[in-house]
C-alpha cells in the first residue's frame, strides 16, 4: 500500500514568515502624529459688546512673578510644576502665576508651559494678548464648605457641564476602534492568514481521506 508523501515545508516557512510579518506589521504607528495644536484666542474689547470674554477681569489678580529666559523653558518644567501645585494647594482667591515670556522665546518654550499646565492639572490658563503677551495660570479657588457638582446646568445661560471619565463609558469598545485604525496591510495579513487556515485544513482533511481509502 502506497501513501502519499505529505510536504511540510510550505507550512514550516508560513508558520515562520507570518508571526514575523504579524510583528512588523503590529509595530507600525496607529495613530498619526500630530503637529498642530489648537488655541482659542480671547476677544478683544469692543464697547458695543456687554459680553466680554477677555483677561481683563483677572488682571489686577495677586500673581507671582516667573521669568522664563530663551529656551529653558523644558530644563525648568518640573519647577513650573511644584509652583503650579503649591498654588492649587494654596487655594487663595484672586492668585496666579504670571510666566513672563517675550519675542526671544522659543515655541519649545510656549509648548513646554502648556505641558506643564496638563501634568499639574491647572485648569484655567492663557496669554495676554492684549498688552503684556506673558502666560497666565490663573486659579479657580474651590470654596472648602461647599460640595462641587459633577452635573449641573444653569437655564438661561445656556450653560451645561457633564463631567466623566471616558474610559469609564466605553470600557471593551475601545478595542474595536483601535481595530478599525489598524493599518491597510494588517487585514491583507489578517485575511491572508485565515485563507491559509481554511486551505491547510481542507488539506489535512483530504489527505486524512486518503489514508483512510488507502
Known amino acids: 500500500m502506497n501513501h502519499e508523501k505529505i510536504h511540510y515545508v510550505p507550512g514550516l516557512i508560513s508558520a515562520i514568515l507570518i508571526p514575523l510579518l504579524f510583528w512588523y506589521y503590529g509595530n507600525q504607528r496607529v495613530h498619526p502624529q500630530?503637529?498642530?495644536?489648537?488655541?482659542?484666542?480671547?476677544?478683544?474689547?469692543?464697547?458695543?459688546?456687554?459680553?466680554?470674554?477677555?483677561?481683563e477681569p483677572y488682571r489686577n489678580w495677586n500673581y507671582k512673578k516667573i521669568v522664563v529666559k530663551p529656551n529653558t523653558a523644558i530644563q525648568n518644567?518640573?519647577?513650573?510644576?511644584?509652583?503650579?501645585?503649591?498654588?492649587?494647594?494654596?487655594?487663595?482667591?484672586?492668585?496666579g502665576i504670571e510666566f513672563i515670556i517675550n519675542d526671544d522665546n522659543s515655541y519649545q518654550d510656549f509648548i513646554a508651559l502648556i505641558d506643564a499646565m496638563i501634568l499639574s492639572k491647572q485648569d484655567m490658563?492663557?496669554?495676554?494678548?492684549?498688552?503684556?503677551?506673558?502666560?497666565?495660570?490663573?486659579?479657580?479657588?474651590?470654596?472648602?464648605?461647599t460640595i462641587e457638582n459633577v452635573h449641573y446646568s444653569s437655564c438661561?445661560?445656556?450653560?451645561?457641564?457633564?463631567?466623566?471619565?471616558?474610559?469609564?463609558?466605553y470600557k471593551g469598545f475601545d478595542q474595536l476602534k483601535?481595530?478599525?485604525?489598524?493599518?491597510?496591510?494588517?487585514?491583507?495579513m489578517i485575511f491572508g492568514f485565515l485563507l491559509f487556515i481554511n486551505i491547510s485544513m481542507l488539506s489535512i482533511k483530504e489527505n486524512f481521506q486518503?489514508?483512510?481509502?488507502?
Open 210 to 214: 486518503f489514508n483512510r481509502k488507502g
Open 178 to 188: 483601535s481595530f478599525a485604525e489598524l493599518p491597510k496591510q494588517s487585514f491583507y
Open 156 to 169: 438661561g445661560t445656556g450653560l451645561y457641564m457633564d463631567n466623566y471619565k471616558e474610559e469609564t463609558q
Open 77 to 95: 518644567q518640573k519647577i513650573y510644576i511644584s509652583e503650579l501645585k503649591e498654588l492649587q494647594a494654596r487655594n487663595e482667591k484672586e492668585s
Open 34 to 55: 500630530y503637529t498642530v495644536m489648537d488655541l482659542g484666542i480671547p476677544s478683544k474689547i469692543r464697547p458695543e459688546n456687554t459680553f466680554q470674554n477677555t483677561f
Open 125 to 145: 490658563y492663557g496669554v495676554d494678548i492684549e498688552k503684556t503677551g506673558h502666560f497666565f495660570a490663573v486659579h479657580e479657588y474651590k470654596d472648602p464648605n
